[in-house]
T-cell receptor
């Protein structure tokens, strides 16, 4: 059953803590993306990766970091430098940058 | 001016009605047009995509693109309560760098 999985579904972060959101896909897609969704603001691109071992900053990369060591996996770390991390985080993938994107179920990050 | 504009709604209709959801965009370089459906606290689901002006039909859904007016629409026939969700339009430009831009979404409520 092909698709994109994200874990955990809910994540709580304490002040000053780094947290990592998982994204895995078994669609054999080269490109992967991370978005942040806030009410009334739509989807904003954090980072994207065109291929393994390569990634590029999106529109709101400050306070976030990523890695792409495997084709299937694109984890996102929300660092303590991100002062307003409460949001719904969505991972997506596509065959390549020119193709339509498919989304995972999302992770809701809350700050304690 | 935002590159993609979408009325946030909410739009409330009775069951069985024809629903019209719309987006406008500002850049004639946008070449691909998508509609996603997003249920509450879930990831967006790709409904339809097209790259040419005109209509594309899939079951109860019809996507319409008017490139001369920079206007895209999604029509839902015989709307059902299960269609209640937020609908996101998205555009993809492939001139220069590939860029995916989302509208903020229109919340639709279909009343039984």
């Amino acid at each position: 059953d092909g698709g994109i999985t994200q874990s955990p579904k809910y994540l709580f972060r304490k002040e000053g803590q780094n947290v990592t959101l998982s994204c895995e896909q078994n669609l054999n897609h080269d490109a992967m993306y991370w978005y942040r969704q806030d009410p009334g603001q739509g989807l904003r691109l954090i980072y994207y990766s065109q291929i393994v071992n390569d990634f590029q900053k999106g529109d709101i990369a400050e306070g976030y970091s990523v890695s792409r060591e495997k084709k299937e996996s694109f984890p996102l770390t929300v660092t303590s430098a991100q002062k307003n991390p409460t949001a719904f985080y969505l991972c997506a993938s596509s065959i390549d940058l020119r193709e339509t994107q498919y989304f995972g179920p999302g992770t809701r990050l809350l700050v304690l | 001016q935002k590159e993609v504009e979408q009325d946030p709604g909410p739009l409330s209709v009775p069951e069985g009605a024809i629903v019209s959801l719309n987006c406008t965009y500002s850049n004639s370089a946008f070449q691909y047009f998508m509609w996603y459906r997003q249920y509450s606290r879930k990831g967006p689901e790709l409904l339809m995509y097209t790259y040419s002006s005109g209509n594309k039909e899939d079951g109860r859904f019809t996507a319409q693109v008017d490139k001369s007016s920079k206007y895209i629409s999604l029509f839902i026939r015989d709307s059902q309560p299960s269609d209640s969700a937020t609908y996101l339009c998205a555009v993809l430009t492939t001139s220069g760098t590939y860029k995916y831009i989302f509208g903020t979404g229109t919340r639709l409520k279909v009343l039984a």
